[in-house]
């Protein structure tokens, strides 16, 4: 049995350097605690970088030049062999707080401070990082920054809470039959989503989730709170938006306890008919990055963290967003 403990251990002592060094100890860091080949899937415009280095220099450093002194505020932390291809993850969710001192990609400073959400995937191969998959939502940062490059959501904007229970680090052992109920209903789930083209009618969103559940859904789109709600603010215009969706599968997928959750580069593709945030319609096949965790309550889905690579997403269609917001500042 894989002893998740040790893994856990390893990725809370990475993070625990990370945000204490300084701009110049951030690629020792790295290199300590990945392997050589390491890979980094990061949003748009970081996207897919190799090496420790290079993901200090492209990500990490601008990042804490902007945002400092940087606090890392977990809500959700877990653990699990991947059921994918066996390999072994952490996950991590929460808010990584700074104030905002110096622009980051083209956002004007606040001198305020700012949360940006944040979830991860650490995939650990013999005792080190050897793959993680970052998701930030680099959109809400806009907001707090009193940028609108988007049409007005559909979805309440927040800055979104952890765990109804405020159970969700699960630094200790979980119960190893709690664990496959709650990665049953994941599968259960998708492959109901995957059987009816992504467009679950109510009745079947019923069978895996709560009447009172929570989607915390990335900004662009925002949270929305009941089973109702959510068909109206995000599955309907959803729905409605694209033709041709096609899932591609994950990257990794684990559940430990009642959380469990996966990540996919890119696993939705589809094709505009328009309308969704505001988009034309178009011919093109565009690819979605999104990153799901799940809590359960007995035998449902009570709520759902999700991100996905809005900035990515839309620049495939012919929106940059960051030239956008770089566009309404020249503008005033």
């Excluded at 020792?28 to 280095?53: Q, S």
């Amino acid at each position: 049995m894989t002893d998740y403990q040790q893994n856990k251990s390893l990725v809370l002592h990475y993070y625990e350097e990370l945000d204490k060094a300084s701009e110049n100890d951030i690629a020792k860091v790295l290199k300590r605690y990945t392997t050589d080949d390491y890979l980094f899937h990061g949003m748009h415009p970081f996207n897919e970088i190799k090496g420790a280095e290079s993901v200090a220099d492209l990500f990490w450093k601008p990042l804490r030049t902007s945002f400092k002194p940087i606090q890392r505020r977990q809500d959700i932390f877990m653990a699990g062999t991947s059921e994918i291809d066996g390999t072994e993850w952490v996950c991590s969710l929460g808010h990584l707080m700074g104030l905002f001192d110096e622009d980051w990609l083209g956002i004007p400073a606040t001198r305020k401070m700012v949360f940006l959400p944040y979830a991860e995937f650490n995939q650990i191969t013999d005792g080190k990082i050897s793959e993680t998959g970052s998701f930030c939502d680099i959109v809400r940062v806009m907001q707090q920054a009193g940028v609108s490059p988007l049409p007005l959501q559909t979805g309440a904007a927040i800055v979104t809470p952890g765990p109804k229970p405020h159970d969700g680090l699960l630094f200790d052992d979980q119960d190893l039959e709690e664990s496959a109920k709650t990665l049953g209903l994941i599968n259960r789930m998708v492959a109901d989503l995957t059987e009816s083209d992504l467009q679950s009618p109510l009745d079947k969103l019923k069978q895996h989730w709560h009447d009172d559940m929570i989607w915390f859904g990335p900004s662009g789109i925002g949270a929305t709170y009941s089973l109702n709600r959510y068909q109206l603010q995000h599955q309907g215009p959803f729905r409605q938006g694209f033709d041709n969706i096609v899932f591609h599968g994950h990257r990794c997928q684990f559940a430990e306890g009642n959380y469990g959750g996966f990540f996919g580069w890119a696993e939705l593709t589809m094709n505009p008919k328009g309308g969704f945030i505001g988009m034309p319609g178009s011919d093109k096949t565009v690819g979605m990055h999104i990153l799901d965790i799940y809590r359960r309550d007995d035998d449902k889905f009570a709520e759902n963290w999700v991100f996905i690579d809005m900035l990515y997403f839309l620049k495939q269609q012919g929106l940059d967003v960051l030239e956008r917001v770089q566009g309404i500042l020249s503008n005033g």
